[in-house]
Each structure stands twice: as structure tokens, then as C-alpha cells.
């Protein structure tokens, strides 16, 4: 099984995971900062891995791998920030 | 990598691996487009987030009517179809093409399971009397998740299109530009879907 294909079934168990916690979490009526922190959170791993995997952009040029990147790090920061603070 | 290159041009032998691993998948057209169609989402997603700073008890009412499992498992169908769009590219890749045309069937099912789901939703908040008009809420709710919608109807007319050209083996390994470019547009269908769940399902 090659390397690629590893870092998919791992990628895809990643996102599962995450998006059950996320959702367990918002669900949980415990609204503190650190839920929220670790929510967003989790939606930046989540892109990092769509972008970095699933996209192969770790295996493109930086330039286009941080554009796309610094988009799935920046956008849910502005909104959590925008929402939150 | 430029040293690398210069070797190249002057002994005229093939790009060395280490040039050929920092290719970007698919063609570059596809990756301005994917570029400018997440600018145009980001831009709604401020937006919504906002109007809801500015009128923060309409937002919490209106996301009361939404259920979030809908939003759950609309996520969870849409990870389960890149990541088997993911693996169509590996077989194409490693020339099978019956094995990709699988897999891209099996993606596009598991985005039907989102459609049903998003559908169902619309169809119960439109029978519970909102729509498009009701409020800024709701206004911004069905804009944003009907855009995402079309995009997912596009991304599986690709994924129809590349599933039967696998069919007839008409992609090589060395040749696959076209199926990595529709791929990585799926993709970015998906990557959209996590923050429109992050901030319409999610955040409260």
C-alpha cells in the first residue's frame, strides 16, 4: 500500500473524529472559551488536512500550498473571532 | 531547484524526481478558479458572520430550527466522497481505470446521501413557513447553502463526466491532468462544506 494511500485512510479517520468532537462539543450546552477555541480548532486541522492530503498540496509548490492553506487557517479565525470576541 | 533545472536544459535528460514531486495537481486554470470560488465564499462567510454579531438573537432563533445532525451527516457523506474521489486518483494513477470508475461511483452515491439530506432540510423549513424572505437569517441560510448546493450538482456532473471516461480507459498515468483537476475541484467542494457546518451548524 503505497504512502499516498496511508495518509488518505489515515487522513479520512482524522476528519471523521474531528467533525464527531466538534459537533459533540457545540452540542454539549458548555459555551467557555475553551470549546470554542478547540471547535475552530478543529476546523483549521480539518482544512490543513483536506488541503494537504486529499488536495496533494503538500507535494505542490509552498506558494500555492500556503495560499490555500493560510485560507482554511485565516477564514474560520476571522469568523470565530468576528462571532466570539 | 533552479540548479536542478539548468541541469536539465543543458544535458537535456529528463526532470529529476525531486522537480516532478513539486507539481501542482491538475492544471493551473482550475487552481485560479478553485482560488477565485473560495474568495466569493469567504466573502458570504463574513458576511453571515457579521449580521449575526449585529443581530445576534435572530441568528440564535433561526439556527433553533436547524438540526445539526442534518449538518453532521451532510459533512460526514461529503468526507467520505473526497476521500473516495482521493483514492479514484490513485488508481488512475496507477492505471486502473475500472478501479477509479469504482470508487468515483461511489463517491458520487455517497454525495447523493448529502443532497437527499440538504433537500429534506429545505423541504421542512419551507413547510414550517421559511423561506428566502423571512429574515436576514434565513436569507443568508439558503443563499449560502443553495450555492454550496449548485456546486456540489457541478462537482458530481464532473464526477459523472470523469467516472465514464475512466469507463473507457481513457486516462494514462503519465496523462491524467484532467481527472486530478475535476478531483481537486471536489475537494474544494468539500473544504467549503467544513466552514459552512463550522458556522451555520456549529457556532452558537
Redesign the interface.
Known sequence: MSRLLNNVHFSVIILILLTLVSTLLAQSNIQTNVVAILVTLSVVIKGQQIVDIFMELNRAQAKWRWLLLSYTILIPLVLAIIIYS | MTNILLFDEINNVPATNKVS?????GDLAM?IFI?ME?TVF?IF??AF??T??IQTEMFIEGRATLS?ST??FC??AL??S??F???A??AVRKGNNVAASRRLMLAMFSATVYLALKLNEYTTLLELGYDISTNTFYTLYFFITGFHFMHVLLGMIILAYMGLKARKESYIPTDCNGFEAGA?YW??V??VW??V???I????
Open positions: 514531486e513539486k507539481k501542482l495537481p487552481w482560488v473560495l469567504a462567510f463574513i458572520a457579521v449575526q454579531r445539526a449538518g453532521l459533512t460526514l468526507i467520505i473526497s476521500y474521489v482521493a483514492l486518483v490513485e481537486s475537494h474544494m468539500d473544504l467544513i466552514i457546518f463550522f458556522l451548524y456549529i457556532i452558537h
